[in-house]
């Protein structure tokens, strides 16, 4: 009788093989090394983001992914102990570990991809220098990288490729040479950080580890009660968690930083104010890897 067969009459059976769900599992097992890294969790008020959403043109109107994008690189460019990551300098076993440091203040974001059979397949690409973005170029950038495929997104057609040619052993090490290769790793990942979030879904809050030194990560944006004086109000909230590696910064430093962060954000109307009037055409200089279309007259 067939394998498959005596499986389902056991009550259970294996699916198919599949080289994405494959290279999924290189990248966790070899990549998130959870004892290296702590987690802050703080609850943001996002009353001065709503407002400014309100008041934005809606075909440019900036989501939440854009605003935490922007706070996470302004942190970057304020604090730049942060703005580093846990690298060797020359060849294994010769070069020993060093702290690799970034000109830019690149963010990374993850985007889901819909694979029958590998549902945790997801694929990344960097939004460069996003601390000196407008936030309507930043979130032109996102719709364009949630729309990618394999003829618009450079990155998700190199990665993809690499795991649908190769054997899964070799595409499972040609996907993680960046993190043994400090210039590919600034080509293929950017910086030091990653933003996540699967609060679309209805998710209050997520606390994970990533395989980046900084992991930023929102929930479901809803109405909270908030203290305000000596008043209680409804506000509109999200749960911010910053998930970092201890090897690069103490956990003072890295209050700092998250502080940082949620003030952003708390005070968009003031800190992201430069940003929100553009001066600069849009080009793809500035997302290099993220096909963005030209804005609108």
Do not use: C
């Amino acid at each position: 009788m067939h394998e498959s067969a005596v499986d389902r009459a056991e009550g259970y059976w294996f699916e198919p093989r599949n080289k994405f769900f494959l290279a999924n599992k290189a990248i966790v097992e070899h990549e998130m090394r959870p004892g290296r890294t702590v987690s802050f969790l703080s609850e943001v008020d996002l009353t001065e983001v709503e407002r400014i959403r309100a008041n934005a043109p809606r075909p440019s109107r900036p989501s939440y992914t854009t605003f935490v994008v922007k706070a996470v690189a302004m942190a970057l460019r304020d604090f730049p102990y942060a703005n580093r990551r846990v690298a060797r300098r020359g060849v294994w076993p010769f070069g020993g570990p060093r702290l690799q440091a970034f000109a830019g203040r690149d963010v990374a974001v993850a985007v889901e991809r819909d694979v029958p059979g590998a549902e945790g397949t997801a694929f990344l690409d960097v939004l460069r220098d996003a601390d000196e973005a407008p936030l309507d170029r930043i979130t032109l950038g996102l719709q364009a990288l949630a729309r990618a495929d394999v003829a618009t997104n450079p990155q998700w057609r190199e990665f993809s490729g690499l795991i649908r040619r190769f054997p899964p052993w070799m595409a499972s090490l040609l996907i993680r040479i960046p993190v043994y290769s400090p210039r590919h790793w600034v080509r293929y990942r950017g910086g030091p950080a990653l933003v996540s979030s699967p609060s679309k879904y209805g998710v209050d809050a997520v606390l994970g580890t990533w395989p980046y030194p900084i992991g930023v990560s929102f929930g479901l944006v809803k109405r909270r009660p908030v203290v305000v004086g000596d008043a209680v109000e409804p506000r509109p909230t999200f749960f911010l968690t910053l998930n970092f590696d201890r090897r690069v910064m103490a956990g003072a430093q890295a209050a700092r930083f998250f502080k940082r962060m949620v003030d952003a954000l708390e005070r968009a109307e003031t800190d992201m104010a430069p940003y929100m009037t553009p001066e600069v055409p849009l080009t793809r200089v500035d997302f290099p890897t993220v096909d963005i279309p030209t804005r609108e007259k």
